[in-house]
């Protein structure tokens, strides 16, 4: 798979997949380790007036380390791949070719902007898999490379939405989860 660094983004090929009305996923694998240099954490937190903000829990350091010990064994694989939604600064580029493209899907490219510095905003945010990056960024290995879905968007409910949505089937605190749905879209109160 080719990747090329420009100055201040990573470009990856990708495939964008329509889903509904105004729903685009993009798929794309990228090395793990790279993953902090584009995308963080919506820590959950509570603003100075009493608001909440962010919707990811603490990391748990007793799974990262479990996960860390089978990455650095002879024949580590992670099939499930990791959630990231994006801002709008990344792109998806089509490529000029359609032979691979289907109904619902078209191949291309992802730019995803590196910050320069670490005061600048990372274009990503990471709703599902963190213990996962985690356990990447902390194994003693050169790289290993991840499967990701990605989805685009300024607006932190949708953000919320999906991070209900991705771990409803998972033991979440009920006391989190009834916290986090007044600041996501009534959408995913239907869905759960």
């Not at 599902?128 to 790289?143: E, H, K, P």
């Amino acid at each position: 798979v080719a990747m090329s660094h420009q100055s201040t983004s990573i470009t990856v090929p990708a495939t964008e997949i329509r889903q509904s009305k105004g729903r685009k996923i993009y798929s794309f694998v990228v090395d793990g380790k790279q993953i902090q240099s584009f995308a963080t954490i919506s820590r959950l937190k509570r603003g100075k007036d009493s608001k909440l903000d962010g919707y990811q829990r603490p990391e748990v350091l007793s799974h990262i380390d479990e996960i860390r010990t089978y990455l650095e064994g002879p024949s580590p694989m992670l099939p499930n791949g990791i959630v990231l939604a994006f801002n709008s600064s990344v792109k998806f580029q089509p490529a000029t070719t359609t032979r691979l493209n289907t109904p619902y899907s078209q191949v291309g490219t992802l730019t995803i902007p590196t910050p320069r510095s670490a005061t600048e905003p990372k274009p990503g945010f990471i709703v599902d898999g963190q213990q996962r990056v985690a356990a990447i960024r902390d194994a003693q290995i050169r790289q290993f490379p991840l499967v990701v879905t990605a989805f685009i968007t300024d607006d932190i409910s949708k953000q919320t939405e999906q991070f209900i949505l991705v771990n409803s089937t998972k033991p979440l605190p009920k006391g989190l989860l009834y916290e986090l749905l007044p600041y996501s879209c009534r959408q995913s109160m239907v869905a759960l």
